[in-house]
């Protein structure tokens, strides 16, 4: 599976937008990017998800460019409930197949 | 939208005792099923796949012996973590994906928060 790399951590301000960036230089054909949010003491939560180019949800945007090389998630006017560690992953949808969490980045909002 | 619940969501046991925690998708059914243990401050890690009606496959370093998964129905995995010590002590979480969908995500539990005293 492919590995990421993601920044540790970012600050932001309420209202401002956050793009969040993931390396992913071995991804395969297969391979979908998602993105998750995790807040402390829970499960990760599904934010998005895309294969390429660029897909939006009522929450965020996914950018890819067209070698998929990396991808980025915007998340649109920051607020403080945003605050938690956003994890960027990479692997095929297939029943069998478990994901592979790298790091993550801790997102910080301030108001 | 599926949902993957886990019981208990918290649980603390005496050093050397076993504890059962329940991972059950509530809205589909899932022939695999994912257990990841997650440290403070630290990142998920896969512990292993529950496979239905199978036996689990287990990533390098865990214990199979210790960390007994069973998954009996397409709906239910549980983990057993056997003579549980201090240092297993941890938040474990279950994932699964609903079998009726083609390039489906991965839908993860709440989590299941153990110490060990």
């Known amino acids: 599976l492919a590995k990421t790399t993601q920044p540790i951590s970012m600050d932001s301000y309420e209202g401002q937008e956050v793009n969040i960036t993931c390396s992913h230089n071995n991804i395969a054909t297969n391979d979908y990017i998602t993105w998750y949010q995790q807040f402390p003491s829970q499960g990760p939560r599904f934010i998005i998800q895309g294969y390429k180019t660029k897909v939006t949800n009522e929450v965020a945007s996914l950018f890819i460019p067209a070698d998929r090389k990396s991808s980025t998630l915007s998340l649109p006017r920051v607020s403080l409930s945003d605050t938690a560690v956003y994890y960027c992953l990479v692997g095929p949808n297939q029943a069998g197949t478990a994901l592979i969490f790298g790091k993550g980045t801790t997102l910080s909002v301030s108001s | 939208g599926a949902v993957v619940s886990q019981h208990p969501s918290r649980v603390i046991c005496k050093s050397g005792t076993s504890v059962k925690i329940e991972c059950r998708s509530l809205?589909?059914?899932?022939?695999?099923m994912f257990w990841y243990r997650q440290f403070p401050k630290k990142s998920l890690m896969l512990m292993a796949t529950?496979?239905?009606?199978?036996?689990?496959?287990?990533e390098q370093g865990v214990e199979k012996d210790k960390f007994l998964i069973n998954h009996a129905s397409l709906t239910l995995s549980t983990l057993t973590v056997t003579s549980a010590h201090p240092e297993d002590s941890s938040f474990y979480i279950c994932s699964a994906r609903d079998i009726r969908v083609v390039d489906g995500e991965l839908f993860f539990g709440e989590g299941s928060r153990l110490t060990v005293l």
């Open positions: 809205d589909f059914q899932a022939t695999t």
């Open positions: 529950s496979n239905e009606g199978s036996k689990a496959t287990y």
